[in-house]
């Protein structure tokens, strides 16, 4: 199965291209700067470019079997670049015929399924209220991916942990008692990433995760 993934070069990103290709996945990480990945692999293709290039897209992303995202924004983002970017991967894989994509946000793009829980509401208000471009961001990603024809996944994490996997993921919305805590380890994100390869549960959903 060929895998193209878009962030490669954040922790998640590497820790995910490390584990498909032990799994035995192709992999094209489409990547601003390749030196930032030290990884080699006889099945590892690095591509260099920008999301604005539409043309490189299209080239990555023609013979994907799937495309994983793990961009997201930071709180030094000042404009809606990475958000017109993702659109841009959309509109690629449209022109392609690559139906299936698997990327990560943030619990500050709502889902209709969701009900109040605490912890996650002042979460997104003080994202919202301090780092208006980041939440900005976050809900046009999921927007964009969500209206699309897409066989999309939009996995919704929390605060993010270098800790060793545990195993033990819960997914589903907010406030229906099965996100209890606020922290995820990048190795359970990454095992629950490629899992959605396979897994229909999913689809065209956007459950919340931790552990």
């Known amino acids: 199965m060929n895998i193209t993934v878009f962030g490669g070069t954040g922790v998640t990103g590497l820790l995910l291209i490390k584990k498909a290709l032990e799994s035995g ?44 995202s793990t961009l997201g924004p930071t709180r030094e983002t000042k404009d809606l670049a990475l958000a017109d970017g993702v659109k841009n991967i959309t509109e690629a894989m449209k022109n392609k015929g690559v139906k299936r994509l698997i990327a990560i946000t943030t619990t500050n793009f709502k889902d209709g399924n969701d009900k109040f829980q605490l912890g996650f509401s002042l979460g997104v208000s003080m994202v919202k209220l301090f ?18 024809n897409l066989d999309w996944t939009l996995v919704r ?13 819960n997914a589903g919305y907010t406030g229906d008692g099965t996100i209890k805590v ?12 490629l899992q959605q390869m396979d897994d229909k549960k999913w689809l065209r959903k956007a459950p919340a995760i931790s552990n």
């Not at 976050?138 to 209206?147: A, F, Q, T």
């Not at 990048?186 to 629950?192: G, V």
């Open 25 to 68: 996945y192709t992999v094209t990480a489409y990547v601003r700067t390749p030196s930032k990945i030290s990884i080699q692999h006889s099945k590892l293709k690095i591509a260099e470019g920008e999301l604005t290039e539409l043309d490189k897209l299209e080239e990555v992303i023609n013979n994907a079997d799937v495309v994983i």
């Open 131 to 148: 780092f208006r471009h980041s939440y900005d961001n976050v809900v046009l990603i999921g927007k964009h991916i969500s209206e699309s």
């Open 157 to 169: 994490i929390p605060t993010l942990s270098n800790k060793p996997a545990s195993g033990k993921i």
């Open 182 to 193: 606020l922290w995820l380890t990048r190795a359970d994100l990454a095992d629950f990433l």
